[in-house]
Protein backbone atom coordinates (compact mmCIF):
# COMPACT_ATOMS: atom_id res chain seq x y z
CA UNK A 1 0.00 0.00 0.00
CA UNK A 2 0.89 3.87 -1.13
CA UNK A 3 3.86 2.48 -3.20
CA UNK A 4 3.70 4.30 -6.01
CA UNK A 5 0.24 6.26 -5.21
CA UNK A 6 1.94 7.92 -2.50
CA UNK A 7 3.30 10.39 -5.18
CA UNK A 8 -0.24 11.23 -6.40
CA UNK A 9 -1.68 11.23 -3.17
CA UNK A 10 -2.70 14.76 -2.41
CA UNK A 11 -3.77 15.29 -5.76
CA UNK A 12 -6.19 12.72 -6.06
CA UNK A 13 -7.52 11.94 -2.00
CA UNK A 14 -7.03 14.99 -0.08
CA UNK A 15 -6.98 17.86 -2.49
CA UNK A 16 -10.31 19.03 -1.09
CA UNK A 17 -9.58 18.55 2.47
CA UNK A 18 -9.61 21.75 5.10
CA UNK A 19 -6.21 20.34 7.00
CA UNK A 20 -6.05 23.92 8.36
CA UNK A 21 -9.79 23.55 10.09
CA UNK A 22 -8.80 20.16 11.07
CA UNK A 23 -5.62 21.25 12.51
CA UNK A 24 -8.11 23.85 14.72
CA UNK A 25 -10.13 21.12 15.67
CA UNK A 26 -7.55 19.51 16.83
CA UNK A 27 -6.21 22.44 19.04
CA UNK A 28 -9.92 22.52 20.12
CA UNK A 29 -9.40 18.96 21.67
CA UNK A 30 -6.06 20.11 23.29
CA UNK A 31 -7.86 22.68 25.66
CA UNK A 32 -10.36 20.63 26.11
CA UNK A 33 -7.98 18.21 27.87
CA UNK A 34 -6.55 21.29 29.39
CA UNK A 35 -3.31 20.30 27.55
CA UNK A 36 -1.18 22.60 25.95
CA UNK A 37 1.63 19.74 24.14
CA UNK A 38 4.62 20.66 23.07
CA UNK A 39 5.63 17.49 21.92
CA UNK A 40 3.65 15.46 18.79
CA UNK A 41 3.88 11.86 17.51
CA UNK A 42 2.01 12.21 14.47
CA UNK A 43 1.25 8.68 13.39
CA UNK A 44 0.56 7.36 10.07
CA UNK A 45 1.14 10.83 9.15
CA UNK A 46 1.15 9.86 5.29
CA UNK A 47 2.44 13.07 3.19
CA UNK A 48 2.98 15.25 6.12
CA UNK A 49 -0.16 17.53 5.39
CA UNK A 50 -1.24 17.41 9.74
CA UNK A 51 2.56 17.60 10.28
CA UNK A 52 3.53 20.24 8.52
CA UNK A 53 0.70 22.60 9.47
CA UNK A 54 1.12 21.55 12.93
CA UNK A 55 4.95 22.27 13.04
CA UNK A 56 4.40 25.44 11.73
CA UNK A 57 2.26 26.04 14.47
CA UNK A 58 5.51 25.90 16.84
CA UNK A 59 5.47 22.55 18.11
CA UNK A 60 7.72 20.06 18.18
CA UNK A 61 6.34 17.49 15.84
CA UNK A 62 7.87 13.91 14.84
CA UNK A 63 5.83 12.20 12.08
CA UNK A 64 6.03 8.32 11.52
CA UNK A 65 4.55 6.31 9.02
CA UNK A 66 5.23 2.52 7.50
CA UNK A 67 5.50 3.54 3.57
CA UNK A 68 8.54 5.00 3.14
CA UNK A 69 6.81 6.72 -0.42
CA UNK A 70 4.55 8.56 1.51
CA UNK A 71 7.75 9.58 3.98
CA UNK A 72 9.45 10.83 0.95
CA UNK A 73 6.73 13.03 -0.03
CA UNK A 74 6.39 14.37 3.39
CA UNK A 75 10.02 15.22 3.65
CA UNK A 76 9.94 16.59 0.31
CA UNK A 77 6.95 19.22 1.44
CA UNK A 78 8.74 19.86 4.75
CA UNK A 79 12.07 20.84 3.28
CA UNK A 80 10.48 23.33 0.54
CA UNK A 81 8.69 24.83 3.69
CA UNK A 82 11.88 25.28 5.35
CA UNK A 83 11.10 23.11 8.43
CA UNK A 84 13.11 20.32 9.75
CA UNK A 85 10.76 17.68 10.57
CA UNK A 86 12.23 14.03 11.72
CA UNK A 87 10.19 11.60 9.73
CA UNK A 88 10.43 7.73 10.49
CA UNK A 89 9.79 4.78 9.18
CA UNK A 90 7.72 2.38 12.04
CA UNK A 91 4.97 0.39 11.62
CA UNK A 92 1.55 1.57 14.11
CA UNK A 93 2.11 -1.68 15.81
CA UNK A 94 5.43 -1.56 16.75
CA UNK A 95 5.43 1.98 17.28
CA UNK A 96 8.82 3.07 19.70
CA UNK A 97 10.37 6.45 20.82
CA UNK A 98 13.62 7.59 22.41
CA UNK A 99 11.65 10.24 24.78
CA UNK A 100 8.25 10.54 25.40
CA UNK A 101 5.88 13.14 23.98
CA UNK A 102 2.87 15.16 24.94
CA UNK A 103 0.22 13.94 22.78
CA UNK A 104 -0.72 11.49 19.77
CA UNK A 105 -2.03 11.98 16.57
CA UNK A 106 -3.32 9.63 14.07
CA UNK A 107 -5.47 10.98 11.75
CA UNK A 108 -7.41 10.47 8.32
CA UNK A 109 -8.29 6.74 8.43
CA UNK A 110 -4.74 5.10 9.98
CA UNK A 111 -6.75 2.72 12.53
CA UNK A 112 -8.89 1.45 10.06
CA UNK A 113 -5.76 -0.18 8.51
CA UNK A 114 -5.34 -1.87 11.86
CA UNK A 115 -7.63 -4.93 11.25
CA UNK A 116 -8.09 -7.08 14.75
CA UNK A 117 -8.15 -6.65 17.91
CA UNK A 118 -5.14 -7.95 19.04
CA UNK A 119 -3.16 -5.65 16.53
CA UNK A 120 -5.27 -3.19 17.90
CA UNK A 121 -3.73 -3.83 21.56
CA UNK A 122 -0.33 -3.94 19.94
CA UNK A 123 -1.09 0.15 18.53
CA UNK A 124 -2.34 1.02 21.65
CA UNK A 125 -0.26 -0.15 24.43
CA UNK A 126 2.49 0.88 22.32
CA UNK A 127 1.57 4.71 22.42
CA UNK A 128 0.90 3.89 26.12
CA UNK A 129 4.51 3.55 26.43
CA UNK A 130 5.61 6.64 24.49
CA UNK A 131 2.72 9.12 25.95
CA UNK A 132 3.80 10.92 29.47
CA UNK A 133 1.76 11.35 31.96
CA UNK A 134 -1.48 12.77 31.06
CA UNK A 135 -0.61 13.26 27.35
CA UNK A 136 -3.72 12.74 25.06
CA UNK A 137 -4.22 10.14 22.49
CA UNK A 138 -6.59 11.51 19.41
CA UNK A 139 -7.09 9.71 16.12
CA UNK A 140 -10.15 9.31 14.08
CA UNK A 141 -11.79 6.42 12.21
CA UNK A 142 -13.92 6.16 8.85
CA UNK A 143 -17.53 5.09 10.42
CA UNK A 144 -18.74 1.46 9.91
CA UNK A 145 -21.34 3.41 8.45
CA UNK A 146 -19.16 5.09 5.34
CA UNK A 147 -17.43 1.88 5.20
CA UNK A 148 -20.16 -0.26 5.05
CA UNK A 149 -23.12 1.59 3.48
CA UNK A 150 -21.50 4.63 1.34
CA UNK A 151 -18.02 3.00 0.29
CA UNK A 152 -18.95 -0.85 0.56
CA UNK A 153 -19.51 -2.63 -2.44
CA UNK A 154 -19.46 -0.04 -4.64
CA UNK A 155 -17.30 1.12 -7.67
CA UNK A 156 -16.25 5.08 -8.76
CA UNK A 157 -14.52 6.63 -11.12
CA UNK A 158 -12.12 9.63 -11.54
CA UNK A 159 -11.19 11.19 -14.64
CA UNK A 160 -8.66 13.89 -15.32
CA UNK A 161 -6.55 14.86 -17.64
CA UNK A 162 -3.44 13.22 -16.47
CA UNK A 163 -4.82 11.04 -13.81
CA UNK A 164 -7.92 8.52 -13.80
CA UNK A 165 -8.91 6.23 -11.05
CA UNK A 166 -11.18 3.00 -10.69
CA UNK A 167 -12.13 2.46 -7.48
CA UNK A 168 -13.81 -0.60 -6.41
CA UNK A 169 -14.77 -1.42 -3.30
CA UNK A 170 -16.42 -5.16 -1.63
CA UNK A 171 -17.76 -5.20 1.91
CA UNK A 172 -17.96 -8.54 4.17
CA UNK A 173 -20.43 -8.19 6.69
CA UNK A 174 -19.51 -10.75 8.64
CA UNK A 175 -15.80 -9.32 9.16
CA UNK A 176 -16.85 -6.11 9.00
CA UNK A 177 -13.91 -5.70 6.22
CA UNK A 178 -13.47 -3.22 3.68
CA UNK A 179 -11.52 -4.57 0.51
CA UNK A 180 -10.88 -1.61 -1.43
CA UNK A 181 -9.14 -1.79 -4.96
CA UNK A 182 -7.83 0.59 -6.59
CA UNK A 183 -6.32 1.30 -10.44
CA UNK A 184 -4.71 4.50 -11.42
CA UNK A 185 -3.86 5.36 -15.36
CA UNK A 186 -1.05 7.32 -14.55
CA UNK A 187 -0.37 10.43 -18.22
CA UNK A 188 3.53 10.11 -19.52
CA UNK A 189 3.91 11.80 -22.27
CA UNK A 190 1.22 10.29 -24.83
CA UNK A 191 0.49 7.37 -22.95
CA UNK A 192 -0.99 6.16 -19.95
CA UNK A 193 0.78 3.66 -17.73
CA UNK A 194 -1.48 1.56 -15.35
CA UNK A 195 -0.63 0.72 -11.45
CA UNK A 196 -2.94 -1.23 -8.99
CA UNK A 197 -3.09 -1.04 -5.26
CA UNK A 198 -5.27 -2.88 -2.92
CA UNK A 199 -6.39 -1.38 0.51
CA UNK A 200 -7.89 -2.91 3.51
CA UNK A 201 -10.09 -1.43 6.01
CA UNK A 202 -11.64 -2.36 9.22
CA UNK A 203 -14.91 -1.08 9.90
CA UNK A 204 -14.68 -0.38 13.73
CA UNK A 205 -17.04 -0.46 15.94
CA UNK A 206 -17.26 2.51 18.76
CA UNK A 207 -17.95 0.07 21.72
CA UNK A 208 -15.20 -2.13 20.69
CA UNK A 209 -12.61 0.91 20.26
CA UNK A 210 -13.87 2.43 23.61
CA UNK A 211 -13.45 -1.10 25.00
CA UNK A 212 -9.61 -1.51 23.64
CA UNK A 213 -8.50 1.77 24.38
CA UNK A 214 -9.83 1.02 28.72
CA UNK A 215 -8.25 -2.26 28.51
CA UNK A 216 -4.97 -0.59 27.83
CA UNK A 217 -5.42 1.90 30.83
CA UNK A 218 -6.60 5.32 28.79
CA UNK A 219 -8.63 7.38 30.90
CA UNK A 220 -11.33 10.21 29.95
CA UNK A 221 -12.53 8.39 26.75
CA UNK A 222 -14.95 10.00 24.84
CA UNK A 223 -16.12 10.07 20.88
CA UNK A 224 -17.16 13.06 19.03
CA UNK A 225 -18.94 13.77 15.10
CA UNK A 226 -15.82 15.04 13.58
CA UNK A 227 -15.05 18.72 13.67
CA UNK A 228 -17.67 19.05 16.81
CA UNK A 229 -17.95 18.06 19.92
CA UNK A 230 -21.34 16.01 19.52
CA UNK A 231 -22.25 12.11 19.90
CA UNK A 232 -21.81 10.58 16.68
CA UNK A 233 -24.77 9.87 14.93
CA UNK A 234 -26.29 6.08 13.16
CA UNK A 235 -24.76 8.08 9.72
CA UNK A 236 -22.16 9.69 10.83
CA UNK A 237 -19.25 9.08 8.33
CA UNK A 238 -15.92 10.42 10.49
CA UNK A 239 -15.75 9.60 14.32
CA UNK A 240 -12.83 11.49 16.25
CA UNK A 241 -11.70 9.25 19.39
CA UNK A 242 -10.19 11.43 22.55
CA UNK A 243 -8.77 9.66 25.55
CA UNK A 244 -5.24 10.17 28.27
CA UNK A 245 -2.68 8.96 30.26
CA UNK A 246 -3.50 8.88 33.63
CA UNK A 247 -0.90 11.32 35.17
Request: proline share 2%; hydrophobic share 40%.
Amino acid sequence: MYGEFAYIYDKMMMEDVDYIRWADYIEDIFCHYDIMPKNIADLACGTGNMTIILSQRGYNVIGIDRSEDMLSVAQEKAREQGLKIPFICQDLRQVSLHKKVDAVLIVCDGINYILDDSDLDKVFSGIYSILKPNGVLLFDISSHYKLSSILGNSTMIDNDPDISLIWQNDFDDQLDICTMELTFFVREGSLYRRFDEIHVQKAHRICDIAERLEQNKFIDINCYEHMGFNRPKDDSERILFASRKPR
